[in-house]
């Protein structure tokens, strides 16, 4: 099922013509305090996608794209928190993001490198929460010191018991599968399972986000539909939801 947005933009601009921007943090606390009392989802998914298209379309470098799309997943998460979503997965950095130009690989590993620092300086607000970070995918392909500010910041909140924030970097759904399906061969020979009590459950048990409960809506930013090789094991009964504004546009409401 999948529910398109054309219009929120629409929406948005009108409700800015409307309303005195001194209004926007007491109407932003409003809405929260509204959906608080509705039923709210147990995992959210995100597709941050448009950063570069944002780019192109202000005349700035793709460097500039990449970082407001950071800023506006910041203030995503930070809702998100403030709605008590315990549950929330974020793609950040596909692993065939490595085939792009050298230089924008290396500045997407530098606003990593940043923002991971940030995280461990400012972990408060995840404490405060009960939030834990876990970074799932290749890890092995990331810089050393990348890696190891990925071990720092998984450790810094691993006894975070109310909530997770899975980061997706770098993240490849067919490799997931192909590792979940790896792993469990290897556990049945070295268990000596029969492999006629293999069945998908079995292999959910070995998928990155075993730890998660199941996904409950995917949202993804830019127009676009396609699921990018994006949590495709998990999404089964998960409702989707495209925007059509870009990600850094988003930031801005």
Same mark, same amino acid.
């Given at each position: ?41 147990? /995992? ?18 793709? /460097? ?64 405060? /929460? ?80 075993? /730890? ?42």
């Amino acid at each position: 099922m999948r529910i398109k947005l054309p219009t929120m933009n629409w929406i948005l601009s009108i409700f800015s013509k409307l309303i005195p921007p001194i209004l926007y943090p007491s109407l932003r606390t409003i809405l929260i305090k509204t959906l608080q009392v509705g039923p709210l989802p147990n /995992h959210v998914g995100f597709i941050m996608d448009g950063n570069r298209r944002f780019s192109r379309s202000a005349g700035l470098p793709v /460097h500039d794209g990449h970082r407001a799309g950071f800023e506006a997943l910041k203030r995503v998460l930070e809702l998100l928190l403030r709605l008590e979503v315990p549950n929330v997965t974020v793609y950040a950095f596909a692993i065939g993001n490595f085939k792009r130009s050298t230089e924008e690989v290396n500045q997407l590993m530098d606003l990593a490198r940043t923002k991971l620092v940030q995280i461990c300086e400012k972990g408060q607000l995840l404490d405060k /929460h009960g939030i834990r970070v876990v970074v799932i995918g290749r890890k092995d392909l990331l810089p050393p010191d990348i890696k190891e500010s990925v071990c720092k910041v998984e450790e810094m909140t691993a006894n975070n018991k109310r909530g997770c924030l899975n980061v997706a970097f770098p993240y490849s759904s067919q490799e997931e599968m192909a590792n979940a399906m790896y792993k469990t061969v290897q556990d049945s020979i070295t268990h000596r399972i029969p492999s006629s009590s293999i069945d998908i459950d079995t292999i959910d048990q070995n998928m990155y986000t075993s /730890h998660s409960p199941p996904l409950d809506i995917l949202i993804r930013t830019s127009g676009v539909s396609r699921l990018s090789d994006f949590l495709l094991w998990q999404t089964t009964l998960t409702v989707a939801a495209v925007a059509a504004a870009v990600t850094p546009e988003k930031a801005k409401h």
